[in-house]
C-alpha cells in the first residue's frame, strides 16, 4: 500500500491543521493506522493510532487536542489539530500496520507516508 500524507503548514500557536493520509494500492481496512512525528533534530515519536474497529488511542501530550479518524470508504485517515502549540512543529508520517495492539514504536509499521511539515510559531 502507498501513503500520500498533506495538509501541513505554517500556523500560528492555537491554530489548527487537518492533516490526511490517503491510500493508494490496498483498502486501508485491513490496517492499523498511525501517526508519528519527528520534531527537528529529534527521534520520530509516535502520536496517535486508530485502530481497524475504529479504536483509538493518544500519547499524552496531544490528548484533548488532536483527533483520528478513518474514512474506510475514502481510504483514508485524517488528524485534526486543535490548540496548536510551537512543540508541535514537527515531520508528521502517517503509518500503517497489521499488527494488532497498541504499537508505538516505528519498527511495528510496514508502510509508511512521506511526510508532511507542520511549523507552529510562537
Known amino acids: 500500500v502507498q501513503l500520500q500524507a498533506s495538509g501541513g503548514g505554517l500556523v500560528q500557536a492555537g491554530g489548527s491543521l487537518r492533516l490526511s493520509c490517503t491510500a493508494s494500492g490496498r483498502t486501508l481496512r485491513s490496517y492499523n493506522m498511525a501517526w508519528f512525528r519527528q520534531p527537528p533534530g529529534k527521534e520520530r515519536e509516535f502520536v496517535t493510532l486508530?485502530?481497524?474497529?475504529?479504536?483509538?488511542y493518544y500519547v499524552d501530550s496531544v490528548k484533548g487536542r488532536f483527533t483520528i479518524s478513518r474514512d474506510n470508504a475514502k481510504n483514508e485517515v485524517n488528524l485534526q489539530m486543535n490548540s496548536l502549540t510551537p512543540g508541535d512543529t514537527a515531520l508528521y508520517y502517517c503509518?500503517?500496520?497489521?499488527?494488532?495492539?497498541?504499537?508505538?514504536?516505528?519498527?511495528?509499521?510496514?508502510?509508511w507516508g512521506q511526510g508532511t511539515l507542520v511549523t507552529v510559531s510562537s
Open positions: 486508530i485502530n481497524r474497529s475504529g479504536g483509538q
Open positions: 503509518a500503517a500496520t497489521t499488527v494488532v495492539g497498541v504499537q508505538t514504536t516505528p519498527t511495528q509499521y510496514h508502510y
